[in-house]
């Protein structure tokens, strides 16, 4: 079984900066992706951002490129969201997700909610304006 816990969400100002952690215990990861989902008030969860944990291969959703950045630590078991520049419409639920999936050669990374396997409770970040 795999337990994900976020941390780091909070209210921060329109241009501020909030770094968020998930922290992945129960099995090894190294085939898997570790994604960041949101969910907005009366919206569907959508993708924000996916690492694979062996090679560190990232990739975004246009609306957070430039201002997110994903990363993990190897050596804690933990992925990392790094937000700039946020804005208001960035207000939601963040969600840690693991998709346990071993992918090699050509693929498509993982970007839809059912190819996760492991979600963790959420974190709440709001950006006023």
């Known amino acids: 079984q795999v337990q994900l816990v976020e941390s780091g969400g909070g209210l921060v100002q329109a241009g501020g900066s909030l770094r968020l952690s998930c922290a992945a215990s129960g099995r090894t990861f190294s085939g898997y992706f570790m994604g960041w989902f949101r969910q907005a008030p009366g919206k569907e969860r959508e993708f924000v951002a996916t690492?694979?944990?062996?090679?560190?291969?990232?990739y975004y959703a246009d609306s957070v490129k430039g201002r997110f950045t994903i990363s993990r630590d190897n050596a804690k078991n933990t992925v990392y969201l790094q937000m700039n520049s946020l804005k208001p419409e960035d207000t939601a639920v963040y969600y840690c997700?693991?998709?346990?999936?071993?992918?090699?050669?050509?693929?498509?990374?993982?970007?839809?909610?059912?190819?996760?396997?492991?979600w963790g409770q959420g974190t709440q970040v709001t950006v006023s304006s």
């Open positions: 997700a693991a998709d346990s999936t071993y992918y090699s050669g050509s693929y498509s990374p993982p970007k839809a909610n059912y190819e996760y396997d492991f």
């Open positions: 690492i694979r944990w062996s090679g560190g291969s990232k």
